[in-house]
C-alpha cells in the first residue's frame, strides 16, 4: 500500500534492519529541521487512529466515542452506529482498521473500551461492521463484537492495536495490562499479551498454545501503584468464565506493557512497539511464545521511584531491540512505502523506515538502525495532538 502523502500527528522514523545489541535510543540530540512543513486540514477532540479508504478518505476515530469520515480537504462527516464506549483518561473508542475484505463487502474492524456493568470499569472489545457511505451520510452497520476480554475491570493502557498477517488470513490483537501489571504473566487472562485470532475473532490454528483452556476463574485487582505493590494487592472480585477460558489458545506472545504500535514490515516480520514507566520505551521484534518480560524487568523504574529489575538479568526473557530512557510515549507503528520520501521507503530486501506517532512529546523522529554500526539518527518536530496536518 502506498502512504498517503500528509500525515496526521507526529511519526518517528525506524529502520527495521537485523536486529542488533540493545540501543538506548532516548538520550539522542534533536534535529530543528523536518523535511516537510505541516499544513493545518481539520481539528479533532482526542484523534487516536485513522485508516486510509481506496478512495483517499479517511476513517478517524476520537476517543470521547466518535467516528468521522475526513477528506484530504479537511470535511468532516460524522459516521453514525458507533457502539458505546467508556470513556476516561486513557480508554474511549482506539482503533479503526479496514478489513483485508474491505474493497469487496466494505467490512471494517473497531477497537475500544466497552463499559462494564460496575462504574468505572471497562474491557478491550473487538467489533466488525459493515461501512456504508451515501451521499451525506456515513454509518455502521450489522456491527458484531467478534472478542473481548471478558474480565472487566479498572484501569487504562488498553493497547488496542489491530495487524493482519502478510497472507491476510490472521489478525493479531494488541492487549495492554490494564496498569494492573500481573496480570501480563498470567496465561489465564488476556492482559498484557498479544493474540493472534481469525478473521471472526476465534483462537487462531498454529498459536504456541493451540487447543488449551485456562483456568475457568481468576482474580482481579485494580491497578497498583507499582510493580512491587501489585504483587501482593487485594483481590476485589474473582472472575468466572461463562465458557472454556480460551486465553491460552488465543495467545502469540505474553510479558507486555502499553503495546499500542504494530505492524508487519516487508520482509513479514513483526514489530510492537509500547511505553514504558519512567523509562523504557520499547520496539520489540515479535517472535511466537516469547516473553517480553513485563512487568518482571524493564530498562526503567517506577513512576515513583521503585526498581525494576534490569532485562539484562533474565536472559530467558525476549528483550527490546530499542529502547528510549528518557521516554517518547511512541504510538502507532507502520512501515513507510510512498513515494514522497525515496529514501524512507520500505522494500521486502531492505525493510526501510516505520513510522510511529509520539503521543506524549509531540515529536517527529527518524531513526535510521545502521547494521554495521547499530547507530542512529533522528528528527523532531513538535506538533499539535487534536489537528490533522498535511506534510509537503
Not at 463487502?105 to 451515501?134: C, V
Not at 494487592?233 to 502499553?258: I, K, Q
Not at 536472559?315 to 529502547?323: F, G, N, S, T
Amino acid at each position: 500500500m502506498q502512504f498517503p502523502k500528509f500525515g496526521f500527528i507526529p511519526w518517528l522514523l525506524l529502520g527495521a534492519a537485523p536486529v542488533v545489541a540493545q540501543i538506548n535510543a532516548g538520550a539522542l540530540p534533536a534535529t530543528a529541521s523536518p523535511p516537510f512543513k505541516l499544513t493545518k486540514v481539520a481539528q479533532f477532540n482526542l484523534p487516536w487512529r485513522m485508516a486510509f479508504l481506496p478512495d483517499g478518505r479517511m476513517l478517524i476515530t476520537e476517543k470521547i466515542g466518535k467516528l468521522f469520515l475526513a477528506t484530504q480537504t479537511g470535511q468532516k462527516l460524522e459516521v453514525a452506529g458507533v457502539p458505546p464506549v467508556f470513556y476516561e483518561s486513557q480508554n474511549g473508542l482506539l482503533g479503526v482498521y479496514l478489513a483485508p475484505s474491505y474493497a469487496s463487502d466494505g467490512a471494517i474492524y473497531l477497537t475500544y473500551s466497552e463499559p462494564g456493568q460496575e462504574r468505572g470499569t471497562s474491557a478491550l472489545a473487538l467489533a466488525r461492521a459493515t461501512l456504508k457511505i451515501g451521499t451525506d451520510t456515513a454509518s455502521l452497520e450489522n456491527l458484531k463484537v467478534i472478542w473481548h476480554d471478558p474480565i472487566k475491570g479498572k484501569g487504562g493502557q488498553v493497547g488496542a492495536a489491530v495487524a493482519f498477517s502478510p497472507d491476510q488470513k490472521f489478525l493479531f490483537l494488541t492487549a495492554g495490562d490494564r496498569q494492573r501489571f500481573t496480570p501480563a504473566q498470567d496465561p489465564n487472562q488476556p492482559a498484557g499479551k498479544i493474540l493472534r485470532l481469525t478473521l471472526d475473532g476465534k483462537p487462531a490454528p498454529g498459536n504456541p498454545m493451540e487447543g488449551k483452556t485456562g483456568a475457568p476463574s481468576v482474580p482481579v485487582i485494580d491497578p497498583a501503584r507499582d510493580t512491587e505493590a501489585a504483587k501482593t494487592a487485594p483481590v476485589v472480585r474473582t472472575h468466572v468464565f461463562d465458557g472454556p477460558n480460551l486465553t491460552p489458545s488465543e495467545t502469540w506472545t505474553s510479558g507486555h506493557r502499553t503495546p499500542y504500535g504494530l505492524a508487519f514490515a516487508p520482509d513479514g516480520r513483526l514489530w510492537e512497539l509500547e511505553h514504558g514507566p519512567r523509562g523504557g520505551d520499547e520496539l520489540n521484534l515479535i517472535e511466537p511464545g516469547k516473553n517480553y518480560g513485563w512487568p518482571l524487568v524493564s530498562y526503567a523504574v517506577n513512576y515513583d521511584g521503585v526498581p525494576i529489575a534490569s532485562p539484562d538479568t533474565r536472559p530467558d526473557l525476549a528483550k527490546p531491540v530499542i529502547y528510549w530512557t528518557p521516554v517518547l510515549a511512541p504510538g502507532n507503528l507502520m512501515f513507510y512505502s510512498g513515494a514522497m520520501f525515496p529514501k524512507w521507503k520500505a522494500r521486502r530486501s531492505r525493510p526501510g523506515s516505520s513510522a510511529v506517532p509520539c503521543t506524549g512529546s509531540r515529536c517527529m523522529a527518524r531513526p535510521r538502525h545502521r547494521p554495521s554500526t547499530g547507530r542512529l539518527a533522528s528528527v523532531f518536530a513538535p506538533l499539535s495532538r487534536r489537528r490533522m496536518a498535511r506534510c509537503g
